[in-house]
């Protein structure tokens, strides 16, 4: 039924003909719309995904109405486009103009479920595709709210944002394989990325994916270590290591390695596990109890494999914790790249320090991964950084920062680690298609050479 509401809106009516200052108006109202319940969307986004109450009112919330806002500015530009002059033939006039893809269907996942939701809905309603958006089962709050919050302004016309809950194994192939859909946008595993490309084959739709990471930080000899201890735990711990592009596997020059390490295991014991909704929280609990499993796991393996715990993360002992999914932060050292804990993302407050000699082998061992979201390089020579920086194949490199996603600037994935892009201009155009338009400057026999080529008998 969403589905082929979705379609009918795109179909017939007058929201793919509005003109782009029209729609760019309609969106900035209801960006400004959910600013007004920004709480009710915090609160929700907390207690459903058990982000801390920090990271809800800091980051998710205002961070994601700023991204809104953006695609709402965007949405106002001109969609034709300039082709070069055309002589052959003869003289023609060429534009392009960027239409809607059509349909979308959106399935995101439970780590960032405001965020992700408005990475999707926002650049496809800016582009004048309609939308059914399947948020995660763990995490359908946050995303409802905002639907019903965007559908209480009645601003948009029927069929235009849908959502639908259930599961993804149901759900998903639905919106995959039905004939009424025209592009599939999905973030989350690489591996059910994989299966979403697979059945969006079967009509051809357009794809764009943003799975797994395992990005590299790479500390260089001159890092002010202030910074870059602090910003590696940053990197690593915001939101329990439940972040696509967190820094997890953490590349430091074996001349400062014993000083950095030991740097890191005081500043992460300090760390402040607890409820998500104390403001004192650093670091509150993982999304499940499987997810909780999951990493315990994953710690088991590091240990089987031979990694050191110089930080041996834990269920908290506080009574207060005893009933959720609480485990404090983990720093494995003395870890080969071709480990396990080095190649898999485990999703968890998990940081594994691998020891480098020379530049060009944290480089080797930055690249030596299936994944290539994103990368990080701590130095205080900015040149040596840059250079650095050019040589990692990722989609989003931060120098002496983390997790810094704007607005503008596109998101996404080198390797495995997804097809296109999200965010900026880049984004939006994910939501159009391109149509070449030629018109002749002239219609004389002698300027169309086909009537050469096809040549009825007399
Ligand atoms: P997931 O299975 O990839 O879930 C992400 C989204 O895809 C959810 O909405 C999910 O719905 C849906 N989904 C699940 N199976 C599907 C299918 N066969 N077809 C279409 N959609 C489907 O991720 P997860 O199982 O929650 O987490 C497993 C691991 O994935 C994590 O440990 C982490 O390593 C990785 N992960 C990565 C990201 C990221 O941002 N890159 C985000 C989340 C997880 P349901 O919720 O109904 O299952
Ligand atoms: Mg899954």
């Known amino acids: 039924m969403a589905i082929r509401a979705a379609r009918t809106a795109f179909d017939e009516s007058e929201w793919v003909a509005l003109r782009p200052s029209q729609r760019s108006e309609l969106l900035h109202k209801i960006v400004s719309a959910l600013e007004a319940r920004q709480q009710e969307l915090a609160d929700a986004e907390m207690y459903n995904g058990g982000c801390t109450w920090r990271k809800a009112n800091l980051m998710d919330i205002p961070v994601g109405l700023i991204n809104f806002r953006h695609f709402a500015e965007l949405a106002d530009s001109e969609p034709i486009e300039s082709v070069p002059q055309i002589t052959f033939p003869a003289m023609s006039y060429n534009h392009v103009r960027r239409e809607p893809i059509g349909v979308c269907g959106q399935i995101i996942p439970w780590n960032f479920p405001f965020l992700m939701a408005i990475w999707k809905i926002a650049p496809a309603l800016a582009a004048g595709c309609t939308v059914v958006l399947k948020p995660a089962s763990n995490t359908p709050l946050s995303a409802l709210k905002m639907v019903e ?13 849908n959502l639908v809950t259930g599961p993804g194994e ?28 697979q059945q969006a084959a079967s009509t051809i739709k357009k794809v764009t994916l943003e799975l ?17 201890i602090d910003g590696s735990l940053w990197a690593t711990f915001m939101h329990n290591g ?13 001349s400062i ?5 030991e740097r890191l295991v005081a500043r992460a014991s300090r760390l402040k596990v607890g409820i998500a909704s104390s403001g004192e929280t650093d670091i509150g609990p993982l999304i499940s109890a499987s997810q909780l499993r999951s990493v315990e796991e ?21 009574p207060e914790l005893q009933n959720g999914f609480f485990i404090t932060p983990t720093i494995f050292t003395d870890v080969d790249n071709s480990m396990r804990i080095a190649q898999e993302e485990v999703f968890g407050p998990v940081l594994v320090v691998i020891k480098y000699d020379g530049i060009d082998e944290a480089v080797r061992i930055a690249n030596d991964t299936i994944y290539g979201l994103a990368a990080g390089v701590w130095g205080r020579d900015i040149e040596r950084c840059m250079s650095v920086a050019q040589q990692i194949r990722a989609g989003t490199i931060w120098i002496n920062d983390w997790h810094v996603l704007n607005a503008e600037a596109p998101f996404g994935g080198y390797k495995q680690s997804g097809i296109g892009r999200e965010l900026g201009e880049w984004g939006f155009k994910e939501y159009q298609e391109i149509k070449h ?22």
């Not at 919050?149 to 944002?161: A, K, M, Q, S, Y």
């Not at 009424?180 to 690489?190: E, H, P, R």
């Not at 439940?242 to 074996?254: D, F, I, K, M, N």
């Not at 390695?257 to 390490?261: A, G, I, P, S, T």
């Open 242 to 254: 439940q972040a696509c592009e967190s820094g997890t596997r953490l590349l430091v020059p074996s």
């Open 149 to 161: 919050i965007i559908h209480e302004t009645g601003l948009l016309p029927p069929g235009v944002l």
């Open 170 to 197: 149901v759900v998903g192939p639905e919106l995959c394989t039905s004939p009424l859909v025209d592009k599939i946008a999905f973030t989350g595993s690489t591996e059910v990325g994989r299966g979403i490309m």
């Open 437 to 458: 338009i030629h018109v002749p400057l002239n219609n004389n026999r002698q300027t169309k050479f086909w009537f050469d080529i096809v040549v009825p008998q007399e």
């Open 212 to 228: 797994g990471g395992k990005s590299p930080s790479i500390l260089l000899d001159d890092a002010d270590l202030d910074l870059a």
């Open 298 to 318: 994953y710690i088991q393996i590091g240990l089987a494999e031979g990694a050191k715990p110089a930080l041996l993360g834990s269920r908290p002992t506080d």
């Open 257 to 261: 390695y014993d000083e950095v390490v």
